[in-house]
């Protein structure tokens, strides 16, 4: 029984077996996919996220060819030339697209052939668009015109260019989410050809002399901006972020009464930069965070100025529009000056805050509260004190 299992094991399968498995594995050559409907084809198009995948399935059959002009969203991520795309956008079979991503990074774009292809954008009226590229150096300094895109709600604009809205013909009436970087723009123009704008987040958009954002709907606001001054007026408000760089005329106006959360981390754009807040010490960066209304810490870094540097004096109060906070965190580069009267002043200026932190280059530490309560130490081994602050006023 042992060799007749054996042998029944290792026997050969019966004739035409063999045949019928390469049928099932081969399949039968008929091609059921182009047989599906063109919505279904479409869908299959559609997973590829990619025009030009998509638009070399039109090898397949004559069922397949140009099917992907009908897609309702284009992707083009490759790196693939200006007018190659715009010769492929004027092949679209459809009035209007949903979604347009163009978001890729040759090596060399003129300002000319982004604006072609802004233009060649704006004709498909996309719902979302998408558009980035990275402009050859020598063209950076050149303006465009910003067309307008009627039915976007949300847009991503990336481009190392100047861009002017025309005096007619620009407006984006269903626009919400708007994010731009890298961008010379007027901010404070664009922003008034969005009515509906709930959602702007901007980073490296030179503005001029100002950013300014006034806007009765902006509900979410996320600004990274080196150079000029900050004006936001934004009733709506309810979550803001700065990022931003300080000079010796900057500052930070800031109206928004509904504002729950926000954060802003300032720096000096330069290293050698001294600006005084009082008479012989300088602010190297201020942070502020603010979780709920009524609830905020700031954090100043306070040094003495560089050697042989001009001083720019400027009032603390005129820089920014301080929101009530009862957190006040100081970090002093003592150099081993004394910094009473710094500390006495900054309290009176700042004469809502409840608790003090504060930290020196000679590793003490000082928490005090309202309530003279001892405040236990975030980190480290520090030397604690704890005082009255109601006295100091």
């Not at 399968?13 to 084809?41: F, K, N, T, Y």
């Not at 603390?316 to 529009?321: A, D, P």
């Not at 003279?372 to 006295?391: H, I, W």
Request: proline share 5%.
């Amino acid at each position: 029984m042992e060799s007749r299992s054996r042998r029944r094991l290792g026997s050969r399968p019966p004739r035409g077996a063999r045949r019928r498995e390469d049928q099932i594995a081969d399949g039968d050559g008929v091609d059921r996919i182009s047989g599906l409907p063109d919505d279904l084809l479409l869908l299959v198009l559609s997973r590829f996220r990619s025009a030009r995948d998509a638009a070399r399935t039109s090898v397949l059959s004559s069922r397949w060819s140009d099917l992907w002009r009908r897609l309702p969203e284009l992707y083009f991520r490759e790196r693939i030339s200006p007018s190659a795309v715009e010769a492929t956008l004027a092949k679209v079979a459809v009035p209007k697209l949903s979604v347009l991503d163009i978001s890729f990074y040759p090596g060399s774009v003129s300002s000319g052939a982004i604006a072609s292809l802004l233009r060649a954008a704006a004709c498909l009226d996309p719902v979302e668009l998408s558009f980035g590229h990275s402009v050859d150096q020598k063209y950076r300094d050149k303006t465009i015109e910003l067309p307008g895109f009627a039915r976007a709600t949300k847009i991503f604009l990336f481009v190392h260019l100047h861009l002017t809205l025309p005096v007619h013909s620009c407006e984006f009436p269903l626009l919400e989410r708007l994010y731009i970087r890298w961008c010379h723009i007027d901010t404070g123009a664009l922003i008034s050809r969005c009515p509906h704008l709930r959602v702007l987040h901007t980073y490296h958009c030179q503005s001029y002399d100002m950013l300014m954002v006034h806007s009765n709907t902006i509900e979410e606001l996320d600004i990274s901006h080196f150079g000029g001054c900050i004006d936001i007026v934004a009733p709506e408000l309810k979550k803001f972020r700065l990022n931003a760089s300080m000079h010796k005329d900057f500052s930070m106006s800031l109206s928004a009464p509904m504002v729950q959360g926000q954060s802003w981390s300032c720096r000096l754009d330069k290293d050698h930069l001294n600006l005084g807040i009082d008479g012989s010490w300088c602010l190297s960066h201020l942070e502020l965070a603010m979780k709920e209304i009524g609830n905020a810490a700031i954090r100043l870094n306070i040094r003495r100025p560089e050697v042989d540097s001009v001083l720019h004096s400027r009032n603390l109060t005129e820089m920014f529009q301080f929101p009530k906070f009862s957190v006040l965190e100081l970090y002093l580069d003592t150099s081993g000056h004394v910094y009473g009267a710094l500390v006495l002043k900054l309290l009176r200026i700042c004469n809502g805050i409840r608790r003090l932190k504060l930290v020196t280059n000679q590793n003490v530490m000082l928490l005090v509260s309202a309530k003279g309560n001892r405040v236990p130490p975030l980190a480290g081994d520090y030397e604690m004190t704890s005082f009255q602050l109601c006295k100091l006023a």
